[in-house]
Structure formats: structure tokens, C-alpha cells
């Protein structure tokens, strides 16, 4: 007789990491929302350095941007679900933060601009993308997903 996997229950560590998983990934959209819809006070208090990096970023990197965080939310929205599909979503996510991070580390100047405090930020948006397709695939591979 076959064992019916899709009532593999998870353990309560996978629903805390995937509940801090979505609020990290909910911070990343309230990010992105501020950055698309900056005001002109907020700009006007850039220097003109800063303006103009933000001002040049290529849509590309925009949409980058929008996919990692986006597809973030509905990978971990899916985890909660336990659906399978939320491990290609993260692994699309992860992809938009890697597009978003080679164009900040290597074809634009934002750690000249920002300094090297500005290179702490990616560096743990990484490390967390990565962490949570590894998560997705554990998760997959436990048979918590359906």
C-alpha cells in the first residue's frame, strides 16, 4: 500500500521560518514601493550624485527589483499554503535579486556613491534568497509541499 505523502504534517520551525520568511520579503516590497514611488522632497534631499544613480538605473533593474520582491511574497504566501509551486517562485525571486545585485556591484557606481556601508544591504538580500530556495527545496524534498 502507497503512503499518502500529502499529509505529512511540517514541524513548527517551518512555519516560523516561513512566517519571518514572508515579513522579511513584505519589508522588500514596502522598499520597492517607496523606491517606484519616490516623492520630490525625497529626491530634491539626494545629492545630485544620488539622483542621478537612481534616476539612470535601467527599467531592467526595476523589474528585477519587482520580480525578487514580488515573486518573494508569492513564494512564501505559497510555502504557507504548502503548495510546490512555491519553490520555482522563490527560485524566480532569487533570480530578480541577482540581476538587481550584478547591476548595483558592477555596472553602476552605488558603492562610489554610497560608500562601503552601502554593500552590507545586498549582501544579506542575497544570503536570504539563497537561504529561502534552500528552505523551498527542503521543504520540497520532506513532502510538506503539496
Known sequence: MMENTSRIRPPVWFWVISVIALLWNLMGVFAYLADAYISVEDLTAMTQAQRELHESRPAWV????????????????????????????????????????????????TFEIYGSEALWLPIVILIFAVALVIFAKLAHSKNWLT
Open 62 to 109: 526595476t523589474a528585477a527589483y519587482a520580480i525578487a520582491v514580488w515573486g518573494g511574497v508569492l513564494g512564501c504566501i505559497l510555502l504557507l499554503l504548502r503548495k510546490k509551486i512555491a519553490r520555482p517562485i522563490i527560485l524566480i525571486s532569487l533570480l530578480g535579486v541577482i540581476a538587481q545585485q550584478v547591476y548595483i556591484a558592477f555596472l553602476s557606481n
